[in-house]
C-alpha cells in the first residue's frame, strides 16, 4: 500500500472517530435530557432528526431502485455496482431509521407497532414495509455474494473471519449454485421493486394526507419523493464509484461514470421539474396557506438553503458539470457531481419538512402564547447535530467496514 492511502485511510478513519465522539456525546445528552435540548416546540415538532430521516430513506431507495436495473430488469451496464448499490441501501436504511428512533418520545416502545398494531396508520404500515425491506435487503445482499464469501472464507484476516461467518457454512460452490442464487437474487429484486416504490412513496404520502399543511397536501408529493430518492441514490452511487471504485481511470471505469452521469442528470432535471411544477402552480394560485411555506423557504431567514444548496447545489452544478460531456467523462468532476447532488439532498428535505411547520394555523397564536417553544423560528441546537454527526459517523463507518472487509468492490461489467 502507497504512503497516500496510507494516510488517506488513516485521515478517514480519525474523521469518522471524531464523528463517533461527537455522536456520544449528543447521546447522552438524548439519554438524559430527553426532548428538553431540542430546538422544535409547540409549532415546530418535527426537526433535523425526521429531516435525515426522510432524506437517508431516500438514499436507500434511490439505491436499491438502481439495483434493480440490474438484478430485476437485467440491465448488464450496471452490474459492477449492483451489489455496492445493494449495500448502500443497507446502511442508508440503518442510518434512517436510527435518526427517527431519536425523534421518538419513548424509543423503548418501538416494538409496540408490532405488538398492538393499528391497521388505520399510515406511520404503522411504513415500520411494517421497513421490516420487509429490511429483510429482502439482507437476503438478496447474501444471495447475491454467498459464492463470493466462501472464497473469501479462506482468507486470512478479518476478511476472513467475516466471510466465514456470513456464509452461514455454506460450500457450494458448483454452477448449479450459482445459477440458483441469480434466480433467487432476481426473484428478490423483482419484488423489492414495488416494495422499495410503495415505502418510500408512502412516505410522501405520510406527509400528503396531513390536509391541515396545505404545502403537503398535494397528490404530487409520492412521486416527488420517489424522483428525489432516486436522483439522491444515484449521486451517490456515482460519487462512490467514481472516488473508490478499484479500477478507476481504466476506459471502462470511465465509461461507466459516464452512464451514471447520464442517468444522474435526467433524475436531477427530472426532480426539478416536479420542483416548478409544485412551487410555480402553488405560487400562481395566491392561497396564502400555499404560499406561505414556499415563500417562508425562498425569501426567509434561511433563504440560503434553497437558493445556494437546493438551486446551485442541487441543480446548477450537476447539470454544468454533467451535461458537459468532457466533464461527465472525468471520474473527478462526476464524482464532485454526484457529492452536489448529496449534499443538496440535505437542503431539500429541511425544506420540506420546516417551512410548512413555520406558518401557524391560526393566525395570532405566536403573539397569544407567551412560551419560548411557541415560536415559528427552528435551529437545530448543538444535541440534535451531535447525534445526527455520530449516527452519520456510524453509518460510515458501517460502509467502509464492508467495502474492506466483505467482496463489496466493484468488479468488471460483463459484456452486455
Not at 476472513?160 to 437474487?185: I, M, Q, Y
Not at 417562508?296 to 434561511?302: L, S, W
Not at 417553544?373 to 467502509?400: D, K, Q
Request: no cysteine; proline share 5%; net charge positive.
Amino acid at each position: 500500500m502507497s504512503n497516500n492511502n496510507k494516510g488517506l485511510k488513516l485521515a478517514y478513519g480519525v474523521v469518522v472517530l471524531i464523528m463517533l465522539i461527537i455522536g456520544a456525546v449528543g447521546l447522552y445528552w438524548r439519554l438524559t435530557t430527553g426532548h428538553r435540548m431540542a430546538g422544535y416546540g409547540q409549532l415546530i415538532v418535527w426537526g433535523l432528526w425526521v429531516a435525515m430521516y426522510i432524506y437517508f430513506i431516500g438514499l436507500s431507495a434511490g439505491a436499491f431502485l438502481i439495483s434493480a436495473l440490474v438484478y430485476a430488469f437485467g440491465v448488464e451496464r450496471f452490474r459492477p455496482i449492483a451489489r455496492l448499490a445493494l449495500f448502500t441501501a443497507l446502511v442508508s436504511l440503518l442510518v434512517a431509521l436510527l435518526h427517527i428512533w431519536f425523534d421518538l418520545g419513548h424509543m423503548g416502545r418501538f416494538y409496540e407497532v408490532y405488538t398492538r398494531p393499528n391497521f388505520l396508520s399510515m406511520m404503522a404500515w411504513m415500520v411494517w414495509l421497513y421490516t420487509a425491506y429490511f429483510l429482502l435487503l439482507v437476503a438478496e445482499l447474501w444471495f447475491d455474494a454467498r459464492q463470493d464469501l466462501v472464497r473469501w472464507a479462506e482468507k486470512p484476516g478479518w476478511a476472513g473471519r467475516l466471510s466465514r461467518l456470513l456464509s452461514l457454512g455454506s460450500k457450494d460452490l458448483s454452477e448449479a449454485g450459482r445459477a440458483r442464487d441469480e434466480k433467487v437474487t432476481r426473484v428478490l429484486g423483482v419484488i423489492g421493486v414495488p416494495l422499495a416504490v410503495m415505502f418510500h412513496g408512502g412516505v410522501g404520502a405520510l406527509f400528503g394526507v396531513v390536509s391541515a399543511r396545505p404545502a403537503w397536501h398535494s397528490g404530487l408529493f409520492p412521486l416527488i419523493f420517489l424522483v428525489a430518492a432516486l436522483a439522491s441514490g444515484g449521486g451517490l452511487l456515482m460519487a462512490v464509484y467514481a472516488f473508490l471504485a478499484p479500477d478507476r481511470g481504466t476506459p471502462e471505469h470511465r465509461r461507466l461514470v459516464e452512464d451514471l452521469g447520464k442517468l444522474v442528470l435526467g433524475l436531477v432535471l427530472l426532480d426539478a421539474l416536479f420542483t416548478f411544477a409544485e412551487y410555480s402552480i402553488a405560487l400562481y394560485g395566491s392561497i396564502p396557506g400555499d404560499v406561505a411555506p414556499l415563500l417562508a423557504a425562498m425569501t426567509g431567514p434561511f433563504w440560503y438553503v434553497f437558493w445556494i444548496g437546493q438551486i446551485g447545489l442541487g441543480l446548477v452544478v450537476p447539470v454544468i458539470l454533467l451535461s458537459w460531456k468532457r466533464t461527465r467523462q472525468s471520474p473527478g468532476w462526476a464524482g464532485v457531481a454526484g457529492l452536489a447532488v448529496v449534499l443538496a439532498f440535505v437542503g431539500v428535505r429541511l425544506n420540506i419538512v420546516i417551512p410548512p411547520l413555520s406558518v401557524p394555523e391560526i393566525k395570532g397564536l405566536v403573539e397569544a402564547v407567551p412560551s419560548p417553544r411557541m415560536t415559528t423560528l427552528y435551529v437545530p441546537t448543538a444535541m440534535e447535530w451531535f447525534l445526527s454527526i455520530g449516527i452519520i459517523g456510524l453509518g460510515i463507518a458501517l460502509f467502509a467496514l464492508g467495502y474492506n472487509l466483505l467482496p463489496l468492490k466493484p468488479q468488471v461489467a460483463k459484456e452486455a
